[in-house]
T-cell receptor, first 114, second 114 residues
């Protein structure tokens, strides 16, 4: 069966510090991978998605970047965090299956920038 | 851009009652999905309804889809305290690169009172 892992679960970082959040998927090959951010009590905002190794697309301009060094590894990074980067970050994967792409989510990382 | 919008934003009912949440969307779709999120956790896929389906059941869940009105509803029957969560609808969209992505609404926060 497929599983998706995210770490760390929580993170408190000072403004200006770097960030690296990791997401890995097991039990599937060539998944589509996604990074979302969720503000408190709000919906999900898609930040990045990837359809293959080294292929990253950004949905919104921001202070963050993403990389996919391996088929089932997706990393969210920042060189210098801003206060506005605080939020709940969710990684998800899906398989392209006839256009009905159910997404499977990781447990999330709660990031607080102080 | 926001595709699905849930209504109401918050709903509080007594255990045993039925809960109905609605979702409206703007563009043509080939499916609509409902997800559930417990507080501070990742999203869990509940049900997918295709554009050629009018109604779908899964346990105590009943989803309807009216493509002429561009709306969907999620009904939870005989609610339980454990159903307390936020519920999101999601509709597929396409990225500039032609990859399929999901666009989530803002969610309905459901509280079941014992």
């Amino acid at each position: 069966s497929q599983t998706i892992h995210q770490w760390p679960a929580t993170l408190v970082q000072p403004v200006g510090s770097p960030l690296s959040l990791e997401c890995t998927v097991e039990g599937t090959s060539n998944p589509n991978l996604y990074w979302y951010r969720q503000a408190a009590g709000r919906g999900l905002q898609l930040l990045f998605y990837s359809v293959g190794i080294g292929q990253i697309s950004s949905e919104v301009p921001q202070n963050l970047s993403a990389s996919r060094p391996q088929d089932r590894q997706f990393i969210l990074s920042s060189k210098k965090l801003l206060l506005s980067d605080s939020g709940f970050y969710l990684c998800a994967w899906s398989a392209e299956a006839g256009g009905h792409n159910e997404q499977f989510f990781g447990p999330g990382t709660r990031l607080t920038v102080l | 851009s926001q595709q699905g919008e849930e209504d109401p934003q918050a709903l509080s009912i007594q255990e045993g009652e039925n809960a109905t949440m609605n979702c409206s969307y703007k563009t043509s779709i080939n499916n609509l999905q409902w997800y559930r999120q417990n507080s501070g956790r990742g999203l869990v896929h509940l049900i997918l309804i295709r554009s050629n389906e009018r109604e779908k059941h899964s346990g105590r869940l009943r989803v309807t889809l009216d493509t002429s009105k561009k709306s969907s509803s999620l009904l939870i029957t005989a609610s339980r305290a454990a159903d307390t969560a936020s519920y999101f609808c999601a509709t597929p969209s396409y990225t500039l690169q032609g990859a399929q992505k999901l666009v989530f609404g803002q969610g309905t926060r459901l509280t079941i009172n014992p």
